[in-house]
């Protein structure tokens, strides 16, 4: 005789815990406390999403409460520059944490009377994420969000060993729309390692074709401008982008210095910086020169230096938003040349 053994599965029981936290609310043994991780957003991927509920089932766990879901093989994809259903904000902006949707639903918590956010602040039915995890996470975003890598100054807020802390490279703003906006590229350049330098070059810009009709004067010279954004490396202290008013017939002036290509695939080739295309993929400008807001720098005759300046990041500050005020735009030339004046440090 053969007896046999069924097994029923309830549609409606409830899902197994998915987090430290799940798992100790339900008097389950929860998982020992990793003693280092192998980057600081892997720290906060337990201590903050896990340990402190968010990746519960019926929160953003299973249910992806708010289309978010924050279990370790999706949460970076979901966070960073990421649209979020509750706001215009993305749900993480590199450098930029008053932009940051999660970050401020958070704090919210935390600072009911200082900080206002769509959708109510996070997380409900539980006490305010406490503030170690939340200057961690700010720590974070303030670094441009890397996946990989260790944030300066975290390892202490998370009280936890992490790998050690190496430059920081944040990853450039993606191009607008072409209907929506314009993007300009700064060249790159070397820079040796625990130095700090104030530097300025030239080059040139030409957006004129790409700016729709009727965001441009009669002339097609300028440009109707609503905001402005401009992200860096966070251990930048600052860069500001003046336009120059020397005739285009001057870009060739001898004091600006030769013109050559920086980066892409034809470095230190000599290159026209009115052709758009002689570098390559990389960028046509004169050598990064030491000086102080660029005073002093290119032809020497009048309108020599008068500028008009551009976004300007403050002391370490990797992401700046500008907007102009409501009812309000600003010109912005189509193209000309263009002075930069960065201070990076490493």
């Excluded at 409606?12 to 192998?38: I, L, Q, R, T």
């Excluded at 060993?161 to 209907?179: C, H, M, R, S, Y």
């Excluded at 002339?219 to 966070?234: C, K, M, S, T």
């Amino acid at each position: 005789m053969v007896s046999a053994l069924g097994i029923g599965c309830d549609d409606k029981a409830d899902e197994a815990p998915s987090s430290p936290a799940e798992m100790a609310g339900g008097g389950m043994m929860a998982p020992e406390v990793p003693e280092s991780f192998e980057s600081t957003f892997a720290a906060l991927q337990y201590h903050l999403f896990e340990n402190q509920g968010c990746t519960e089932a019926a929160c953003h766990g299973s249910a992806a409460a708010g289309d978010l879901t924050l279990t370790a093989d999706v949460s970076y994809g979901q966070l960073v520059e990421a649209a979020s259903t509750g706001s215009s904000m993305p749900r993480v902006e590199p450098g930029d944490r008053s932009r940051s949707y999660l970050y401020l639903k958070l704090l919210a918590a935390l600072e009911p009377d200082t900080t206002e956010v769509a959708g109510g602040p996070m997380p409900t039915g539980r006490e305010p994420i406490p503030r170690e995890l939340l200057n961690a996470l700010r720590l974070w975003i303030y670094a441009g969000a890397p996946e990989t890598g260790a944030v300066e100054g975290t390892a202490a807020l998370l009280d936890t060993e992490l790998p050690p802390v190496g430059p920081i490279t944040i990853a450039p703003l993606p191009p607008p729309d072409p209907a929506a906006g314009f993007q300009l590229e700064m060249p790159p350049w070397p820079l040796e390692a625990n130095t700090e330098r104030e530097v300025c070059f030239a080059s040139y810009f030409d957006v004129s074709d790409q700016v729709p009709a009727e965001f441009k004067d009669e002339a097609g010279e300028f440009a109707y401008v609503r905001a402005e954004q401009l992200r860096q490396d966070p251990h930048s202290h600052h860069l500001i982008l003046n336009y120059s008013t020397v005739d285009i017939a001057d870009i060739h002036d001898p004091s600006y210095g030769g013109w050559t290509c920086h980066g892409g695939e034809m470095p230190g080739t000599e290159c026209e910086p009115t052709d758009l295309t002689s570098c390559g993929a990389g960028h046509c400008a004169t050598a990064a020169v030491d000086g102080f807001a660029c005073i002093g720098y290119g032809p020497r005759r009048p309108p020599a230096n008068a500028s008009r300046g551009s976004p300007s990041a403050g002391p370490k500050r990797p992401k700046t938003t500008r907007r102009s005020p409501m009812g309000c735009i600003a010109g912005c030339p189509s193209r000309g040349s263009s002075c930069g004046t960065p201070t990076p440090s490493i």
